[in-house]
């Protein structure tokens, strides 16, 4: 039976200019807004703290906050 990866969060591993696929699926969750992004749409991610992102503002404010935290 083949399985459909519509509508399933990818798990994946953050390098630079580049991610590689752990669990299959089509989108991952911001890690700031939550909201959903479409692999193929994902641009702005962090490699240290392996999360992705929906807009550059979203990337900048997790960078914020991860600096304000220590």
């Not at 990866?5 to 630079?16: I, T």
């Not at 991610?19 to 939550?34: I, Y």
């Amino acid at each position: 039976m083949l399985m459909s990866n519509r509508d399933r969060v990818a798990r994946l591993h953050y390098m630079p200019y580049s991610f590689r696929v752990l669990q299959a699926g089509d989108h991952v969750l911001c890690a700031m807004t939550g909201q959903r992004i479409a692999l193929e749409d994902l641009r702005y991610w962090s490699i240290a703290r392996q999360e992705p992102y929906a807009s550059a503002e979203a990337s900048a404010q997790a960078e914020l906050k991860a600096t304000r935290a220590g």
